[in-house]
Protein backbone atom coordinates (compact mmCIF):
# COMPACT_ATOMS: atom_id res chain seq x y z
CA UNK A 1 0.00 0.00 0.00
CA UNK A 2 1.12 3.46 -0.36
CA UNK A 3 0.12 5.93 2.59
CA UNK A 4 -1.92 7.69 0.55
CA UNK A 5 -4.23 4.09 -0.47
CA UNK A 6 -4.87 4.17 3.31
CA UNK A 7 -6.35 6.19 5.87
CA UNK A 8 -5.93 7.00 9.31
CA UNK A 9 -9.05 7.13 11.70
CA UNK A 10 -9.80 7.16 16.05
CA UNK A 11 -8.29 8.96 18.57
CA UNK A 12 -4.51 7.85 18.02
CA UNK A 13 -4.83 8.69 14.00
CA UNK A 14 -4.58 5.18 13.47
CA UNK A 15 -3.39 3.69 9.99
CA UNK A 16 -5.98 1.25 8.72
CA UNK A 17 -5.86 -0.82 5.52
CA UNK A 18 -9.83 -0.55 4.42
CA UNK A 19 -12.23 -1.00 7.37
CA UNK A 20 -9.42 -2.27 9.09
CA UNK A 21 -7.30 -0.65 11.80
CA UNK A 22 -3.41 -2.39 11.61
CA UNK A 23 -2.98 -2.12 15.36
CA UNK A 24 -6.05 -4.45 15.68
CA UNK A 25 -4.03 -7.10 13.10
CA UNK A 26 -1.01 -6.44 15.07
CA UNK A 27 -2.53 -7.53 18.69
CA UNK A 28 -4.80 -10.41 17.07
CA UNK A 29 -1.99 -11.55 14.49
CA UNK A 30 1.54 -10.67 15.64
CA UNK A 31 3.92 -9.05 14.36
CA UNK A 32 5.99 -9.24 11.75
CA UNK A 33 3.14 -9.86 9.64
CA UNK A 34 2.37 -9.40 6.02
CA UNK A 35 -0.92 -7.15 4.85
CA UNK A 36 -2.74 -7.27 1.61
CA UNK A 37 -5.72 -5.36 0.83
CA UNK A 38 -8.07 -7.59 -1.39
CA UNK A 39 -9.51 -4.00 -2.92
CA UNK A 40 -6.32 -3.01 -4.05
CA UNK A 41 -5.16 -5.87 -5.78
CA UNK A 42 -8.58 -6.20 -7.78
CA UNK A 43 -8.02 -2.61 -8.29
CA UNK A 44 -4.79 -3.29 -9.78
CA UNK A 45 -5.92 -5.74 -11.91
CA UNK A 46 -9.07 -4.17 -13.08
CA UNK A 47 -6.67 -1.26 -14.05
CA UNK A 48 -5.00 -3.32 -16.50
CA UNK A 49 -8.56 -4.69 -17.68
CA UNK A 50 -9.69 -1.66 -18.70
CA UNK A 51 -6.54 -0.01 -20.17
CA UNK A 52 -6.86 -3.04 -22.72
CA UNK A 53 -10.97 -2.30 -23.09
CA UNK A 54 -10.06 0.96 -23.59
CA UNK A 55 -7.85 -0.04 -26.70
CA UNK A 56 -10.39 -2.36 -28.02
CA UNK A 57 -7.80 -5.40 -27.35
CA UNK A 58 -9.59 -6.72 -24.40
CA UNK A 59 -11.71 -9.86 -25.75
CA UNK A 60 -7.67 -10.74 -27.35
CA UNK A 61 -5.77 -10.51 -24.48
CA UNK A 62 -4.63 -12.39 -21.18
CA UNK A 63 -3.51 -11.09 -18.25
CA UNK A 64 -0.83 -13.71 -16.57
CA UNK A 65 0.11 -12.58 -13.47
CA UNK A 66 3.99 -13.51 -12.76
CA UNK A 67 3.66 -16.06 -9.80
CA UNK A 68 6.76 -15.16 -8.41
CA UNK A 69 6.07 -11.48 -7.39
CA UNK A 70 3.80 -12.99 -4.42
CA UNK A 71 2.58 -16.80 -4.87
CA UNK A 72 0.49 -17.37 -1.79
CA UNK A 73 -2.58 -19.28 -2.61
CA UNK A 74 -5.09 -16.74 -1.45
CA UNK A 75 -3.64 -13.85 -3.86
CA UNK A 76 -3.52 -17.02 -6.82
CA UNK A 77 -7.37 -17.60 -6.13
CA UNK A 78 -8.62 -13.94 -6.23
CA UNK A 79 -6.68 -13.27 -9.07
CA UNK A 80 -7.93 -16.89 -10.78
CA UNK A 81 -11.41 -15.62 -9.99
CA UNK A 82 -10.85 -12.01 -11.44
CA UNK A 83 -10.08 -14.43 -15.13
CA UNK A 84 -5.89 -14.25 -14.90
CA UNK A 85 -3.69 -16.49 -16.06
CA UNK A 86 -0.84 -16.79 -14.67
CA UNK A 87 2.86 -16.38 -15.61
CA UNK A 88 5.03 -19.46 -13.77
CA UNK A 89 8.81 -20.47 -13.58
CA UNK A 90 9.13 -23.23 -11.80
CA UNK A 91 7.20 -26.86 -11.15
CA UNK A 92 6.40 -25.48 -7.86
CA UNK A 93 4.72 -22.14 -9.14
CA UNK A 94 2.76 -24.42 -11.33
CA UNK A 95 1.32 -26.86 -7.96
CA UNK A 96 0.41 -23.92 -6.50
CA UNK A 97 -1.70 -22.33 -9.26
CA UNK A 98 -3.70 -25.40 -9.69
CA UNK A 99 -4.03 -25.87 -6.02
CA UNK A 100 -5.75 -22.31 -5.95
CA UNK A 101 -8.16 -22.99 -8.85
CA UNK A 102 -6.31 -21.22 -11.46
CA UNK A 103 -6.96 -22.76 -15.32
CA UNK A 104 -3.72 -24.92 -16.48
CA UNK A 105 -4.82 -23.63 -20.02
CA UNK A 106 -4.12 -20.11 -19.24
CA UNK A 107 -0.46 -20.54 -17.69
CA UNK A 108 2.64 -19.68 -19.35
CA UNK A 109 5.86 -21.08 -18.37
CA UNK A 110 8.89 -19.29 -18.47
CA UNK A 111 12.75 -19.18 -17.40
CA UNK A 112 16.03 -20.42 -18.55
CA UNK A 113 16.38 -23.84 -16.75
CA UNK A 114 13.57 -25.41 -16.73
CA UNK A 115 14.45 -29.40 -15.72
CA UNK A 116 12.63 -32.66 -17.69
CA UNK A 117 10.01 -32.99 -14.61
CA UNK A 118 8.96 -29.94 -14.62
CA UNK A 119 8.44 -29.74 -18.46
CA UNK A 120 7.00 -33.11 -18.56
CA UNK A 121 4.52 -31.81 -15.20
CA UNK A 122 3.27 -28.83 -17.39
CA UNK A 123 2.71 -30.67 -20.13
CA UNK A 124 -0.05 -33.50 -18.19
CA UNK A 125 -1.39 -30.34 -17.17
CA UNK A 126 -1.96 -28.58 -20.52
CA UNK A 127 -0.69 -25.31 -19.99
CA UNK A 128 -1.06 -22.55 -23.07
CA UNK A 129 2.44 -22.18 -23.91
CA UNK A 130 6.30 -22.73 -22.75
CA UNK A 131 8.46 -19.72 -23.15
CA UNK A 132 11.59 -21.13 -24.45
CA UNK A 133 14.90 -19.81 -23.75
CA UNK A 134 17.60 -21.65 -25.68
CA UNK A 135 17.85 -24.10 -28.52
CA UNK A 136 18.82 -26.84 -25.97
CA UNK A 137 15.52 -26.32 -24.07
CA UNK A 138 13.75 -26.23 -27.56
CA UNK A 139 15.42 -30.12 -28.06
CA UNK A 140 14.86 -31.26 -24.57
CA UNK A 141 11.19 -30.00 -24.41
CA UNK A 142 10.67 -31.51 -27.96
CA UNK A 143 12.13 -34.98 -26.51
CA UNK A 144 10.13 -35.15 -23.39
CA UNK A 145 6.92 -34.09 -25.31
CA UNK A 146 7.70 -37.32 -27.63
CA UNK A 147 8.75 -39.39 -24.99
CA UNK A 148 4.46 -38.82 -24.04
CA UNK A 149 3.51 -38.26 -26.70
CA UNK A 150 2.57 -34.65 -26.48
CA UNK A 151 3.39 -31.63 -28.94
CA UNK A 152 4.38 -28.88 -26.75
CA UNK A 153 2.81 -25.08 -27.42
CA UNK A 154 5.90 -23.05 -27.72
CA UNK A 155 6.87 -19.41 -27.86
CA UNK A 156 10.56 -18.84 -28.21
CA UNK A 157 11.62 -15.63 -25.78
CA UNK A 158 13.36 -13.19 -27.96
CA UNK A 159 15.38 -10.31 -26.70
CA UNK A 160 14.83 -7.34 -28.53
CA UNK A 161 17.96 -5.65 -27.00
CA UNK A 162 16.85 -2.58 -25.27
CA UNK A 163 17.90 -0.57 -22.42
CA UNK A 164 15.19 -1.03 -19.89
CA UNK A 165 16.94 1.70 -17.55
CA UNK A 166 16.53 0.29 -14.68
CA UNK A 167 18.36 -1.77 -12.01
CA UNK A 168 20.60 -3.94 -13.28
CA UNK A 169 19.86 -7.05 -11.01
CA UNK A 170 16.48 -6.50 -12.79
CA UNK A 171 16.86 -5.39 -16.24
CA UNK A 172 17.00 -8.91 -18.42
CA UNK A 173 16.38 -7.21 -22.18
CA UNK A 174 20.22 -6.57 -23.15
CA UNK A 175 22.21 -8.58 -24.87
CA UNK A 176 24.36 -9.35 -22.02
CA UNK A 177 21.79 -10.64 -19.93
CA UNK A 178 21.41 -14.76 -19.20
CA UNK A 179 17.22 -14.48 -20.41
CA UNK A 180 16.17 -14.95 -23.70
CA UNK A 181 17.03 -15.83 -27.55
CA UNK A 182 19.38 -13.13 -29.49
CA UNK A 183 17.38 -11.28 -31.95
CA UNK A 184 19.49 -12.28 -34.64
CA UNK A 185 19.31 -15.62 -33.89
CA UNK A 186 15.41 -15.89 -33.59
CA UNK A 187 14.30 -16.15 -37.29
CA UNK A 188 16.83 -19.45 -37.51
CA UNK A 189 15.53 -21.29 -34.27
CA UNK A 190 11.92 -20.66 -35.16
CA UNK A 191 12.45 -22.52 -38.83
CA UNK A 192 14.21 -25.17 -36.62
CA UNK A 193 11.30 -25.19 -33.97
CA UNK A 194 8.85 -25.66 -36.77
CA UNK A 195 10.44 -28.71 -38.23
CA UNK A 196 10.42 -30.40 -34.72
CA UNK A 197 7.58 -33.06 -34.55
CA UNK A 198 6.69 -32.87 -31.05
CA UNK A 199 6.67 -29.25 -31.01
CA UNK A 200 3.81 -26.44 -32.00
CA UNK A 201 5.03 -23.24 -32.61
CA UNK A 202 2.48 -20.75 -30.94
CA UNK A 203 3.99 -17.20 -30.10
CA UNK A 204 6.76 -14.88 -29.47
CA UNK A 205 7.76 -13.55 -25.87
CA UNK A 206 9.82 -10.90 -24.70
CA UNK A 207 10.51 -9.29 -21.08
CA UNK A 208 12.77 -6.70 -20.19
CA UNK A 209 13.31 -6.10 -17.01
CA UNK A 210 11.67 -5.01 -13.94
CA UNK A 211 10.15 -1.99 -12.20
CA UNK A 212 10.14 0.13 -15.76
CA UNK A 213 8.86 3.30 -15.25
CA UNK A 214 9.47 4.73 -18.72
CA UNK A 215 6.79 3.13 -20.95
CA UNK A 216 9.32 3.87 -24.24
CA UNK A 217 11.87 0.70 -23.70
CA UNK A 218 8.89 -1.48 -23.66
CA UNK A 219 7.12 -0.04 -26.81
CA UNK A 220 10.24 -0.27 -28.42
CA UNK A 221 10.53 -3.91 -27.66
CA UNK A 222 6.97 -3.81 -29.31
CA UNK A 223 8.41 -2.59 -31.86
CA UNK A 224 11.14 -5.09 -32.66
CA UNK A 225 9.22 -8.28 -31.41
CA UNK A 226 6.57 -7.10 -34.38
CA UNK A 227 9.17 -6.82 -37.44
CA UNK A 228 10.04 -10.12 -36.49
CA UNK A 229 6.48 -11.57 -36.11
CA UNK A 230 6.33 -9.75 -39.46
CA UNK A 231 9.52 -11.59 -41.04
CA UNK A 232 8.36 -14.81 -39.55
CA UNK A 233 4.85 -14.71 -41.34
CA UNK A 234 7.12 -13.89 -44.63
CA UNK A 235 9.19 -17.55 -43.82
CA UNK A 236 5.59 -19.41 -43.29
CA UNK A 237 5.49 -19.35 -39.80
CA UNK A 238 2.63 -17.43 -38.92
CA UNK A 239 2.08 -16.86 -35.03
CA UNK A 240 -1.14 -17.23 -32.76
CA UNK A 241 -0.40 -14.71 -30.13
CA UNK A 242 2.56 -12.05 -29.36
CA UNK A 243 3.82 -12.29 -25.12
CA UNK A 244 4.77 -8.72 -24.49
CA UNK A 245 6.17 -9.58 -20.34
CA UNK A 246 5.85 -7.81 -17.53
CA UNK A 247 7.96 -4.76 -15.60
CA UNK A 248 5.71 -2.05 -15.11
CA UNK A 249 6.89 -0.15 -12.33
CA UNK A 250 5.30 0.72 -9.42
CA UNK A 251 5.32 4.16 -6.91
CA UNK A 252 7.73 3.34 -4.10
CA UNK A 253 8.49 6.66 -2.35
CA UNK A 254 5.34 9.15 -1.80
CA UNK A 255 7.38 12.01 -3.43
CA UNK A 256 7.75 10.14 -6.74
CA UNK A 257 5.02 9.10 -9.00
CA UNK A 258 4.77 6.28 -10.90
CA UNK A 259 2.81 6.20 -14.85
CA UNK A 260 -0.62 4.64 -14.20
CA UNK A 261 -1.26 1.35 -16.26
CA UNK A 262 -3.16 2.79 -18.80
CA UNK A 263 -0.27 5.67 -19.41
CA UNK A 264 2.67 2.57 -18.75
CA UNK A 265 0.36 0.38 -21.72
CA UNK A 266 -0.56 3.05 -24.52
CA UNK A 267 2.43 3.67 -26.20
CA UNK A 268 3.03 -0.04 -26.36
CA UNK A 269 -0.74 -0.91 -27.48
CA UNK A 270 -0.78 2.27 -30.02
CA UNK A 271 2.22 -0.20 -31.39
CA UNK A 272 -0.63 -2.86 -31.50
CA UNK A 273 -3.79 -1.44 -33.60
CA UNK A 274 -4.93 -3.22 -36.34
CA UNK A 275 -2.92 -6.45 -35.81
CA UNK A 276 -4.71 -9.96 -34.64
CA UNK A 277 -2.72 -11.72 -32.94
CA UNK A 278 -3.35 -13.00 -29.61
CA UNK A 279 -2.11 -10.55 -26.59
CA UNK A 280 -0.12 -11.91 -23.15
CA UNK A 281 0.82 -9.84 -20.44
CA UNK A 282 2.41 -10.37 -17.48
CA UNK A 283 2.48 -8.19 -14.85
CA UNK A 284 3.50 -9.20 -11.34
CA UNK A 285 5.01 -6.22 -9.25
CA UNK A 286 2.52 -3.94 -10.55
CA UNK A 287 -0.64 -6.22 -9.48
CA UNK A 288 0.65 -7.11 -6.36
CA UNK A 289 3.67 -3.97 -4.97
CA UNK A 290 1.40 -1.50 -4.19
CA UNK A 291 -1.66 -3.95 -2.59
CA UNK A 292 0.76 -4.94 0.60
CA UNK A 293 2.77 -3.70 3.93
CA UNK A 294 4.72 -5.46 6.07
CA UNK A 295 3.51 -4.59 9.69
CA UNK A 296 6.51 -4.41 12.48
CA UNK A 297 7.34 -3.39 15.74
CA UNK A 298 9.94 -1.56 17.16
CA UNK A 299 11.94 -3.72 19.77
CA UNK A 300 14.98 -1.79 21.05
CA UNK A 301 16.30 1.56 20.31
CA UNK A 302 20.08 1.82 20.58
CA UNK A 303 22.00 5.64 20.55
CA UNK A 304 25.15 5.12 18.69
CA UNK A 305 28.13 7.62 18.10
CA UNK A 306 27.44 8.45 14.89
CA UNK A 307 23.89 6.91 14.14
CA UNK A 308 20.83 5.96 15.80
CA UNK A 309 19.57 2.39 15.49
CA UNK A 310 15.57 1.18 15.58
CA UNK A 311 15.99 -2.49 16.21
CA UNK A 312 12.59 -4.01 14.72
CA UNK A 313 11.14 -7.43 14.18
CA UNK A 314 10.98 -7.62 10.48
CA UNK A 315 14.74 -8.40 9.07
CA UNK A 316 16.08 -8.95 5.98
CA UNK A 317 14.93 -12.33 5.59
CA UNK A 318 11.03 -11.33 6.02
CA UNK A 319 12.22 -8.46 3.23
CA UNK A 320 14.99 -8.81 1.27
CA UNK A 321 14.62 -5.80 -0.82
CA UNK A 322 16.56 -2.96 0.87
CA UNK A 323 19.38 -5.65 1.20
CA UNK A 324 19.58 -7.15 -2.54
CA UNK A 325 18.46 -3.75 -4.54
CA UNK A 326 19.49 -1.00 -2.27
CA UNK A 327 15.29 -0.51 -2.61
CA UNK A 328 13.63 2.35 -1.06
CA UNK A 329 10.30 1.37 0.68
CA UNK A 330 8.37 4.10 2.67
CA UNK A 331 8.14 3.46 6.75
CA UNK A 332 5.48 4.92 8.68
CA UNK A 333 4.01 4.54 12.19
CA UNK A 334 0.92 2.85 12.27
CA UNK A 335 -0.30 5.26 15.35
CA UNK A 336 0.46 8.89 15.03
CA UNK A 337 1.57 9.43 18.83
CA UNK A 338 1.68 6.58 21.15
CA UNK A 339 1.02 2.99 21.77
CA UNK A 340 -2.51 2.87 22.94
CA UNK A 341 -2.75 3.11 26.69
CA UNK A 342 0.85 3.29 27.60
CA UNK A 343 0.61 6.52 29.16
CA UNK A 344 3.03 8.44 27.28
CA UNK A 345 0.17 9.86 25.13
CA UNK A 346 2.21 11.69 22.44
CA UNK A 347 5.11 12.76 21.30
CA UNK A 348 6.14 14.36 24.67
CA UNK A 349 8.88 11.22 25.17
CA UNK A 350 10.04 10.69 21.91
CA UNK A 351 12.28 12.92 20.06
CA UNK A 352 12.64 12.74 16.48
CA UNK A 353 15.63 11.46 15.18
CA UNK A 354 17.24 10.04 12.02
CA UNK A 355 16.80 6.58 12.55
CA UNK A 356 18.51 3.35 10.77
CA UNK A 357 15.33 0.98 10.82
CA UNK A 358 17.20 -2.41 10.98
CA UNK A 359 16.26 -5.66 11.71
CA UNK A 360 17.72 -8.44 14.29
CA UNK A 361 19.85 -10.31 11.57
CA UNK A 362 23.43 -10.73 12.11
CA UNK A 363 24.59 -8.86 8.74
CA UNK A 364 25.21 -5.12 8.39
CA UNK A 365 23.07 -5.56 5.54
CA UNK A 366 20.10 -6.20 7.27
CA UNK A 367 18.63 -3.04 7.02
CA UNK A 368 15.11 -1.92 6.06
CA UNK A 369 15.48 1.77 5.49
CA UNK A 370 18.33 4.22 5.85
CA UNK A 371 18.35 7.89 7.77
CA UNK A 372 14.59 8.00 8.61
CA UNK A 373 13.42 11.12 10.55
CA UNK A 374 10.96 9.63 12.61
CA UNK A 375 9.81 10.06 16.71
CA UNK A 376 9.98 6.40 17.90
CA UNK A 377 9.97 4.61 21.30
CA UNK A 378 9.89 1.25 21.98
CA UNK A 379 6.97 -0.53 21.17
CA UNK A 380 5.53 1.20 18.19
CA UNK A 381 4.36 -0.30 15.27
CA UNK A 382 5.80 0.68 12.06
CA UNK A 383 4.44 -0.25 8.45
CA UNK A 384 6.90 -0.88 5.77
CA UNK A 385 5.00 0.37 2.67
CA UNK A 386 4.40 -1.24 -0.59
CA UNK A 387 5.78 -4.48 -0.06
CA UNK A 388 3.47 -6.91 -1.74
CA UNK A 389 5.55 -7.76 -4.66
CA UNK A 390 8.68 -9.62 -4.04
CA UNK A 391 8.51 -9.50 -0.08
CA UNK A 392 7.36 -12.72 1.43
CA UNK A 393 8.25 -14.08 -1.86
CA UNK A 394 11.72 -13.94 -0.94
CA UNK A 395 11.71 -14.56 2.60
CA UNK A 396 13.71 -16.69 4.07
CA UNK A 397 14.74 -18.87 7.51
CA UNK A 398 17.93 -16.97 7.86
CA UNK A 399 19.22 -17.36 11.44
CA UNK A 400 16.22 -19.40 12.24
CA UNK A 401 13.51 -17.18 11.85
CA UNK A 402 10.18 -18.25 11.59
CA UNK A 403 8.63 -16.60 8.20
CA UNK A 404 5.85 -13.96 9.31
CA UNK A 405 2.17 -14.15 8.69
CA UNK A 406 0.10 -12.74 6.06
CA UNK A 407 -3.21 -12.03 6.50
CA UNK A 408 -5.42 -10.03 3.52
CA UNK A 409 -8.10 -7.91 4.75
CA UNK A 410 -11.49 -7.77 2.86
CA UNK A 411 -13.82 -4.56 3.58
CA UNK A 412 -13.91 -5.03 7.70
CA UNK A 413 -12.72 -8.46 7.35
CA UNK A 414 -9.40 -9.95 8.05
CA UNK A 415 -8.57 -13.34 6.40
CA UNK A 416 -5.55 -15.00 8.09
CA UNK A 417 -3.77 -16.37 4.65
CA UNK A 418 -0.57 -17.91 5.91
CA UNK A 419 -0.08 -18.29 9.64
CA UNK A 420 3.22 -17.68 11.25
CA UNK A 421 5.58 -20.52 10.86
CA UNK A 422 6.62 -22.11 14.09
CA UNK A 423 10.06 -22.97 15.85
CA UNK A 424 9.78 -26.47 15.26
CA UNK A 425 9.06 -26.35 11.50
CA UNK A 426 12.16 -24.67 10.84
CA UNK A 427 14.01 -27.68 11.75
CA UNK A 428 11.17 -30.50 10.69
CA UNK A 429 12.83 -32.00 7.65
CA UNK A 430 16.24 -32.39 9.14
CA UNK A 431 17.79 -35.27 10.41
CA UNK A 432 20.78 -36.34 12.77
CA UNK A 433 23.31 -38.94 11.71
CA UNK A 434 22.35 -42.97 12.91
C1 LIG B 1 9.67 -11.57 -13.24
C2 LIG B 1 9.02 -11.77 -14.54
C3 LIG B 1 7.82 -11.12 -14.83
C4 LIG B 1 7.16 -10.15 -13.89
O1 LIG B 1 7.92 -8.99 -13.73
P1 LIG B 1 7.34 -7.76 -12.89
O2 LIG B 1 8.41 -6.75 -12.95
O3 LIG B 1 7.09 -8.24 -11.52
O4 LIG B 1 6.08 -7.31 -13.57
C5 LIG B 1 7.21 -11.39 -16.03
N1 LIG B 1 7.77 -12.24 -16.93
C6 LIG B 1 8.94 -12.87 -16.68
C7 LIG B 1 9.51 -13.78 -17.69
C8 LIG B 1 9.60 -12.65 -15.49
O5 LIG B 1 10.76 -13.26 -15.25
Redo the contacts with the bound molecule.
Keep these: MTLAAMRRAGTEDTLHVEEVALSEIATKFGTPCYVYSRRALTAAFTAYRDALQKHGVLARSLI ?1 Y ?1 V ?2 NSNLAILNLFARLGAGF ?1 I ?1 SGGELARVIAAGGDPEKIVF ?2 VGKSRTEMHAALKAGIHCF ?1 VESASELDQLSEVAGNVGYRAPVSL ?1 VNPDVDAKTHPY ?1 S ?1 GLKSAK ?1 GIAYDQALSLYRHAAALPHIAVKGI ?1 C ?1 I ?4 LDPLPAAEATEKILALVDQLATAGIALEHIDL ?5 IQYRSEEAAPTVADYLAPMLNKLKGRHEKLLF ?8 NAGLLLTRVEVLKHGEEKHFAVVDAAMNDLMRPALYDAWHDIVKVMQSGIPGDGAGDTANRTSLPYEIVGPVCESGDFLGHDRQLALAEGDLLAILSTG ?2 GMAMASNYNSRPRAAEVMVDGAAVHLIRRREDIAELFALESILP
Design positions: CAKADVSGNRITFDHGSQLGGGMGEPGRSLVGAY
